[in-house]
């Protein structure tokens, strides 16, 4: 079935430097992109959204990118602080009510 | 604002027993979900709520039940609990129909022993 993944597990990073996590999806028909933080024994926490009409969308110190012809998604998170250590989902959604389609998620690592 | 409020947090139970995972928000959404997250693994959806009496079926609902009598709460129920059921189960709310921003509670981690 069509579902959302993503390329690395894990992604280790230099705090101050910027981080780059991908996802492909397969879902053509997706509506909306969603990023999820994870931190350890939390549930996911929202981060940044982009509609399927849009190719980018910048929050504070995140933007991301949507590339509809091959298909993929990139959270961008600038000057990475040990903070921003977590897991990292992708989620879609049709834009209809019935809930999020998840990637499995990318840890990030930060190395003082 | 509490968000979203999971309980228990932690719970064993044995195999054949039921329990009720208990959710509640205090935000006024309209819509709630439950997912569960294996290790390693994304989020799959259980079930979902768009509204006081209306519910259902996600991606896993097999094992499951929900109901949501009033707007705040949304429990699911496990009747005979399995090994395959032991997961983290997350609550989570909007106010969003297209369900983006969603809150989640902390989780319950549930082990089926």
Known sequence: G??????????????????????????????????????????????????????KRQGQRVT?????????????????????SAVYFCAETGGGADGLTFGKGTHLIIQP | NAGVTQTPKFRI?????????????????????????DPGMGLKLIYYSVGAGITDKGEVP???????????????RLELAAPSQTSVYFC??????????????QGTRLTVV
Not at chain 1, 5 to 25: F, K, R
Not at chain 1, 36 to 53: H, M, V
Not at chain 1, 66 to 84: E, F, M, W, Y
Request: glycine share 6%; charged share 15%; net charge negative.
């Open chain 1, 2 to 55: 069509e579902s959302v993944g993503l390329h690395l597990p894990t992604l280790s990073v230099q705090e101050g430097d910027n981080s780059i996590i991908n996802c492909a999806y397969s879902n053509s028909a997706s509506d909306y992109f969603i990023w999820y933080k994870q931190e350890s024994g939390k549930g996911p926490q929202f981060i940044i959204d982009i509609r399927s009409n849009m190719d």
């Open chain 1, 64 to 84: 991301v990118l949507l590339n509809k012809t091959v298909k993929h998604l990139s959270l961008q998170i600038a000057a990475t602080q040990p903070g921003d």
């Open chain 2, 13 to 37: 139970l044995k195999i054949g027993q039921s329990m009720t995972l208990q959710c509640t928000q205090d935000m006024n959404h309209n819509y709630m979900y439950w997912y569960r997250q």
């Open chain 2, 62 to 76: 097999n094992g499951y039940n929900v109901s949501r009598s009033t707007t705040e709460d949304f429990p699911l």
């Open chain 2, 92 to 105: 989570a709310s909007t106010n969003n129909r297209a369900g983006t921003e969603a809150f989640f509670g």
